[in-house]
């Protein structure tokens, strides 16, 4: 039976209503999305954000303006649906539980749509994620004009509801701090344990197994993403998820993996060596990723921004690939070049919360937006030499290494959510292979 789970209504009428401030006399439309045949029903984050309704195929429609108003459209019960697919609220419960001024089937939607949008200026709706939703809005629009032609109103614009939601999503309140560094918490502990039980001749499977227990043992909802647990070369492919090969002694294990629970997720990297101890050549990449890591991390705070960030990222890691021989010239020129590219070819990190790759702006009107406290980012510097690259020191050849922590932003600094999860190369080598025997 779905529950309420992570949160009292009040939290979603006071969201509900900072939209009234943020956009006056809009409708807000947000579809939950369907369910799968094979894998688990997952709300859009907004959806549920904005009303902790988490059911399939429901719609919430927010009227801003001098009367506020929220509908819920969902499925009305259904014994013989029931028997299949589990309880479902149906429309008498859903009002009284999730506090809507109407409760409307879901079968309604496209004839009461229309009268719910008459007389709004703007219409914030994700359009483009379902063709068939899209063709019910639209419709709807030009019906609620048309029932209001006498005023001599234009169509209602139809506006991305993120620059709105977005706004708000990106800065985290006390209760989504809390909730997001519950996840960040037990990540951390799986991440720790798939240390523990590392040792060469397992299959990549067998640790993905270890991080699935301790996400489910811990109650996670889900992975927060498709988890990458890359030995060896495989490291070097940025989004690598077949996670099957068997480790050898004297790889590098790169695990990029993080629970969601309660709907938000945390998102952790880390790289060790399978058999507990680190090659010269890898400790020396190892230790160029971290003190970049470092680095970054200590220029986290309000004022600055995830383009200031990245820019730095660039810099301070092609002076390392000159050091380590993977480049040679001048810092400038090879950034001029994006020879460093060809080694680090990702950004810096990316806001973080309901979603791995949370919504948010980096960048207003062109310039780099700062900061402020409750924006929480990653910080994931990486190096990967790819295993035919002729031109890099032989040492190097196949080695990945990517670190990643999950940073709130305070009001005098930071605080990193991940920091339970070792990465100094002496913590590493202690923790690796301890439960190997077991
Ligand atoms: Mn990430």
Redo the contacts with the bound molecule.
């Keep these: 039976m779905l529950t309420k789970t992570f949160n009292d209504l009040e939290n979603f009428k006071q969201r509900r209503l900072m939209l009234n401030r943020l956009a006056p006399n809009a409708a807000f439309i947000l579809f939950a999305g369907e369910e799968g045949h094979l894998d688990t029903f997952r709300p859009q984050s907004s959806f549920v954000y904005l009303t902790g309704f988490e059911e399939p195929s429901a719609v919430a429609v927010v009227r801003t303006g001098e009367t506020p108003e929220f509908h819920l459209f969902v499925r009305p019960n259904d014994a013989v649906a029931e028997t299949w697919d589990g309880h479902r609220w149906g429309l008498e419960k859903a009002k009284q539980e999730f506090g809507p001024n109407q409760s409307h089937s879901i079968d309604d939607l496209e004839t009461q749509l229309p009268e719910l949008l008459r007389g709004a200026d703007k219409i914030y709706f994700a359009l483009g994620a379902q063709v068939e939703d899209d063709n019910i809005v639209i419709a709807a629009r030009d019906r609620a004009q048309q029932l209001d032609r006498r005023s001599g109103r234009p169509k209602a614009a139809i506006c991305d509801p993120n620059e709105v939601l977005a706004e708000m999503r990106m800065v985290k309140d006390d209760l989504e701090i809390e909730l997001l560094r519950e996840s960040c918490e037990l990540s951390a502990k799986a991440h720790i344990a798939a240390m523990k039980a590392s040792r060469p001749g397992l299959n990549e499977k067998q640790i993905l197994a270890t991080l699935l227990f301790h996400f489910y043992n811990e109650n996670a909802s889900r992975e927060g993403y498709c988890s990458i647990v890359a030995s060896g070369a495989n490291a070097c492919t940025l989004h690598y998820r077949a996670n099957r090969r068997d480790m050898k002694d004297g790889d590098l294990l790169l695990i990029?993996a993080g629970a969601e629970k309660n709907y938000f997720t945390a998102?952790i990297?880390r790289t060790f060596p399978v058999n507990g101890h680190f090659t010269e050549p890898q400790k020396k990449l190892y230790e160029a990723v971290l003190d970049v890591q470092k680095s970054l991390i200590a220029m986290v705070k309000p004022g600055s921004s995830l383009p200031e960030l990245h820019e730095k990222s660039c810099e301070l890691l092609t002076e390392k690939m000159i050091l380590l021989g993977l480049l040679s010239g001048s810092v400038a020129d090879n950034i001029e070049s994006k020879k460093y590219q060809k080694y680090y070819p990702h950004g810096i990190?990316?806001f973080l919360g309901m979603d791995?790759h949370d919504v948010g702006f980096s960048k207003k009107n062109g310039k780099p937006h700062p900061f402020v406290p409750g924006v929480v980012i990653?910080v994931?510097p990486g190096l990967y030499v790819p295993e035919d690259d002729d031109s890099a020191p032989a040492e190097l050849r196949g080695l990945g290494v990517r670190i990643?922590d999950d940073v709130l932003i305070t009001s005098n600094g930071s605080e990193v959510l991940t920091a339970l999860v070792p990465k100094e190369v002496a913590e590493l080598e202690a923790i690796i292979g301890q439960s190997a025997s077991t």
């Design positions: 990029d998102d990297t990190g990316h791995v990653t994931e990643e």
